[in-house]
């Protein structure tokens, strides 16, 4: 069953190919089309990306994983000598 999915999904994949070749040569897509999508698409990912340059502009830089394992070293090891001296914290 699951290789007659597989197949089915072949031959759908080669007919959209063919489809989209045979759109291609019937009604090919002019420079004069392409500007004004190609423009809106640089808009849009100016958009999205000064968006994101503002956000993390505002945003304090994370502390380094090395300063969090540091910590976490130190307590372990905090730990371990209040368990050899008897202490309980």
Do not use: C, Y
């Not at 007919?15 to 423009?39: H, N, W």
């Not at 505002?58 to 070293?73: F, G, I, L």
């Amino acid at each position: 069953m699951a290789e007659e999915k597989n197949d089915i999904e072949a031959k759908l994949n080669r007919l959209g190919e063919a489809f989209r070749r045979g759109i291609e040569r019937l009604e090919p897509v002019t420079e004069s089309q392409l500007g004004p999508v190609r423009e809106a698409i640089r808009k849009k990912w100016e958009t999205d990306h000064a968006g994101k340059k503002e956000t993390a502009a505002e945003e304090k830089p994370a502390e380094s994983p090395t300063a969090d394992q540091d910590e976490a070293t130190r307590n372990a090891e905090e730990l371990r000598k209040s368990k050899r001296h008897g202490h309980s914290h």
